[in-house]
């Protein structure tokens, strides 16, 4: 290594400039200090304050949205087994008018943002299997237009979205994405922001979908997020 490797030009303890003999690599980056006595101070300071950070980091928030995302599923579509199936399909004035029509919508940009993601990231084995799912072309697309074939894809693709979060790396995370929406619109966002929205746009509606159970008398237990943390 040498100075011109370093991402600063001066000590940050000093002020002075960078010396070759007092370099050292930190989270994937050349540190440059002005003597070995300010570097080795670094490389104390940071040792500690990381023994304290990445317990904390290593709760990786994706893995807390994505399982949760599978076990609300997985207790919506039991409980829909056992709806009538003129009800999950009749509408009911909501958005998107029906049960079945709301649960379609949530896939479809499921695999909408995947599609933008995986044609903006560098190879994922997560989203490889993409290409078994089909390709929506609106946001009101029925792409499965019955409850077993539907919980089917929701349980597949919800493997696929856990999968993701796991493969997914920290510097990823923080990639910024370039697509463009229906209407030719393009965007640059983060990821991490992108994953949020993906998360939320699922809860949004699937709140949507247990107030038309609700108002049928469906019981479909507990849904809230809490319910899946771990008490420590």
Not at 204 to 227: E, S
Request: aromatic share 10%.
């Amino acid at each position: 290594m040498n100075t011109t490797d370093a991402i600063n030009d001066s000590c940050p303890w000093s002020g002075e400039p960078v010396s070759a003999d007092s370099l050292i690599e930190y989270r994937g980056q050349t540190v440059g200090f002005c003597n070995p006595g300010c570097r080795d101070k670094f490389a104390n300071a940071t040792r500690y304050f990381d023994a304290l950070i990445e317990p904390v980091a290593a709760q990786n928030p994706w893995q807390t949205l994505a399982t949760y995302n599978r076990w609300y599923n997985q207790r919506l579509f039991d409980a829909l087994a056992e709806v009538p199936s003129d009800i999950i399909w009749r509408d009911a004035g909501a958005f998107f008018g029906s049960v079945g029509a709301t649960l379609n919508h949530i896939m479809v940009w499921d695999l909408t943002w995947l599609g933008r993601i995986q044609n903006d990231c560098p190879p994922l084995r997560s989203t490889a299997v993409l290409g078994d799912y089909p390709t929506p072309t609106s946001h009101t697309d029925i792409l499965h237009d019955n409850l077993p074939s539907l919980a089917a894809a929701r349980r597949s693709l919800d493997e696929v979205l856990i999968a993701f979060v796991d493969e997914v790396t920290p510097q990823q995370v923080n990639r910024v994405i370039t697509y463009k929406t229906q209407d030719g619109t393009a965007h640059r966002k983060v990821l991490g922001g992108l994953l949020q929205h993906l998360f939320n746009h699922q809860t949004h509606h699937r709140g949507q979908v247990t107030a038309l159970l609700h108002q049928q008398g469906v019981d479909y237990g507990v849904t809230d997020l809490l319910a899946t943390l771990p008490d420590v």
